[in-house]
């Protein structure tokens, strides 16, 4: 039975001029502790000819489903380095999920629609978190101990600088952080290059 800790981390995404930040991912690296990978599912599902969530993280070792809600065809790819894959055209739910078992980010498109992409965060850490509107997300029940606190965005320029924190039991330490983004030209690109930055996970740096 899992223990129940107390401790968490709330953390606030702005940008530089002061405006919270959605669909950031907020995760926590435990320091000199092993992780296992995860073995659960998943979703990214295809609606209105968009993909749903635009970012989803995962941990390493999590497959994801791929349904396509909608009515029309889509063909669903990805080239990225972390995983390469494509669907064959279709309707309805794929029966078998993609195993996503290295970290990265995997930049998601679809053949028959341009316009439409997304982005699956590859954590090597189950401590994580995305900010919703109001900007902020919090990780709780995370074991005493030290932890990296990074922030990856898909419209930044670079990731910002991750934060060291020692928590204990029952403790709750809130920290914020600021996102430049990149340029529109690079966050409207449909395979974002952003993934080359974060190809390792653990440490935040490519």
Known sequence: MATAWGASVAVEVRDPQGAMLTDAVVYAAPEGKDVPPSNRTAVMDQKNKTFVPRVLPVQVGTSVKFPNSDDIQHQVYSFSPAKTFQLPLYKGTPSNPILFSTPGVVTLGCNIHDKMNAFIVILGTPYFEKTEAA????????????????????????????????????????????????????????????????????????
Do not use: C
Not at 146 to 156: A, G, L, R
Not at 171 to 179: H, P
Not at 182 to 193: E, V, Y
């Open 135 to 206: 900007g902020r997300a919090e990780i709780r029940s995370l074991p005493p101990g030290k932890y990296t606190i990074h922030v990856w965005h898909p419209d930044m320029a670079e990731e910002p600088a991750a934060q060291s924190i020692v928590i204990n039991e029952n403790e709750r330490a809130e920290l914020s952080f600021t996102v430049t983004p990149a340029p529109a030209a690079l966050t409207s690109a449909p395979l974002n290059k952003l993934e080359d930055k974060f190809k390792k996970y653990g440490n935040g740096r490519p």
